[in-house]
């Protein structure tokens, strides 16, 4: 059975290079396996501390998988192992022209609540936004290095992350 002890780096763990954009195929590949090896009912038989181990590794291989299948919580990973906090729940500062946006994606979607081909065009411009956000978190983790730009940029994908789902949310209402 794989040992999770052997390494704490949900990287390592699954065999994959340290960086953000990832293979995503190879992490779904390196879980299934290791899932397939740790699944708790392969060691019903077993004895109590082999099934507590069994059931130790599924959650980690679960825990890795779910962080590094995320890009947001990917990211801030990736900046936690380089002694970054992004400090999600204290730091709300954003620069003013992403506020800007911010307000000016809300008024949008209060003003064409009820206007499905506008709405949609404002979720192309909330998810192309999205995109160059990505793009950019990428530069500055794998590219530059420069994590404390990365954390930034991760909470401002968090705040585009959320209106993206009030606009799906109100585009779904309406259809």
């Known amino acids: 059975m794989a040992n999770p002890s052997a390494s704490d780096n949900y990287f390592q763990f699954f065999g994959l290079n340290q960086q953000f954009k990832i293979d995503l195929p190879a992490l779904d590949?390196?879980?299934?396996?290791?899932?397939?090896?740790?699944?708790?009912?392969?060691?019903?038989?077993?004895?109590?501390v082999e099934q507590r181990l069994a059931m130790q590794m599924a959650t980690f291989a679960n825990t890795a998988y779910q962080t590094l299948k995320n890009p947001i919580q990917r990211g801030l990973y990736i900046c936690q192992l380089n002694g970054v906090d992004a400090?999600?729940?204290?730091?709300?500062?954003?620069?003013?022209?992403f506020l800007m946006k911010q307000m000016e994606w809300r008024e949008s979607l209060d003003e064409q609540a009820e206007d499905l081909p506008s709405l949609e065009a404002?979720?192309?411009?909330?998810?192309?936004?999205?995109?160059?956000?990505?793009?950019?978190?990428?530069?500055?983790?794998?590219?530059?290095?420069?994590?404390?730009?990365?954390?930034?940029?991760?909470?401002?994908?968090?705040?585009?992350?959320?209106?993206?789902?009030?606009?799906?949310?109100?585009?779904?209402?309406?259809?």
């Open 122 to 175: 404002l979720m192309d411009e909330v998810e192309e936004s999205k995109a160059d956000t990505l793009n950019d978190i990428a530069q500055a983790i794998d590219g530059a290095k420069n994590y404390q730009r990365a954390a930034e940029l991760l909470r401002g994908l968090l705040f585009i992350d959320k209106f993206a789902v009030e606009l799906d949310d109100t585009i779904a209402a309406l259809i």
């Open 29 to 48: 590949q390196a879980y299934l396996a290791i899932h397939k090896e740790v699944h708790p009912d392969r060691h019903a038989r077993g004895s109590e």
């Open 87 to 97: 400090k999600l729940e204290t730091n709300t500062a954003m620069p003013a022209a």
